[in-house]
């Protein structure tokens, strides 16, 4: 087959399998994942490989959700036993899910003080460092352009009143830069992965969590990258949600930061705890910059804290009154029942359609980076198209959250959207972007219009 037949039958292929992988999400307008990309937020769950193969697990993971974090596989005991010997197998098992059920995947988690092997916490500082440095790079290469998010150092801080940091191998051997070398490592690893700092008992105004704040207004004031802050929300009695939880997300925010509900558990039944899941989720949709929200656990048959009963689906996988309550709290509705089976979806049909806006963000002497917003129309839609036409000689250098092809002159750049952010509820909207070389011709790119399907 002549080259350009061949990229053309393999581009089919690709939107064919595209629209089939989507459809369910886009069409199930009563499930967490779905009302939350309504309200631009993504919801998400901890999923542990070994719980994959059960039906009832994985149909209500694939129906519900639209995020996962892995419970335990990349931590750094399950990625590298030893040193230099990475293994992948059980993490990748969950990603590959996640991919081909347009899921985003947050990366959890590259330097934590547990699940830490032995190894490591006997080296010195100058090997520790570059164990540490050799850590986040071999594993975020490993998964360059497939996590949309890293928790880069996780639990840092102490509980209590000190605000100090706690004492672990990288604290107490490295010193409190252990946490910018962190950051900086990461981000020259997989500059378009967000990179965020996440810690629990930081959920409502104390101690602990300002000294959280100090460390990323700091990092945000000397230009450290750091992109996002999780709050991990594990709820009881003994630490219920703060009344001050949405402003403590709002302050972060304010900071220049996405925020994200990370972990989020709440022990309890019946009216109390679908109150406190319903004011978890109000408090996120509230603040701008909460991205989305991860519960810890699919079903309370697996959860960490089982006996306490804290997530949405109990032991057989039947929707709690807090399953209503969240997805209610979300702007959608329940259909009742929840057996762990995919109801199925389809395609929304022919009433597919979007717009798209363009902005220029910033230029410098020899470039440009261009931002796109396409928005969907009054229905849901399972993938877009936008073409752009740029003026001779520019030539686009990067593009992100889109993929491009060119046609013969290399002037009209046409860009579908990545395998995980083509499914847009009804007037939700997304973006990509690119950095143009000018090569002498300041002109701005022409945008064509916009195809859904
Ligand atoms: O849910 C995880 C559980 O299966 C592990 O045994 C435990 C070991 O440390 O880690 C749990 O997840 C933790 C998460 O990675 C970080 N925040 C606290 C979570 C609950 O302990």
Redesign the pocket.
Known sequence: MPRRAAQAFTAVLLAASTVTALSHTAAAADSLGSAAAGKGRYFGT?V?ANHLGESAYAGTLDREFNQVTP??EM?WDATEGSRNTFTFGNADQIVSHAQSQNMKVRG??LV?H??LPSWVSGLGATDLRSAMNNHITQVMQHYKGKIYAWDVV??AYQDGSSGALRSSPFADKLGSGFIEEAFRTARSVDPNAKLCY?D?NTDGVNAKSNAVYAMVKDFKSRGVPIDCVGF?S?FNSASPVPSDYQANLQRFADLGVDVQIT?LDIEGSGTAQANNYSNVVKACLAVTRCTGLTV??VTDKYS?RSSGTPLLFDSNYGKKPAYDAALAALGGSSTGGGDGGNPGGGNPGGNATCTVSFARTSDWNDGYNGEVTVKAGSAPINGWTVTLTFAPPQKVASLWNGTPSWDSSGNVMTVRAASYNGSLAAGASTSFGFTAAKNGNNSTPTLGACTAS
């Open positions: 901890a542990a419970e335990n931590k959890h988690t934590w547990s699940q996780n639990e996440n629990y991990q594990h972990e810890w656990g960490w």
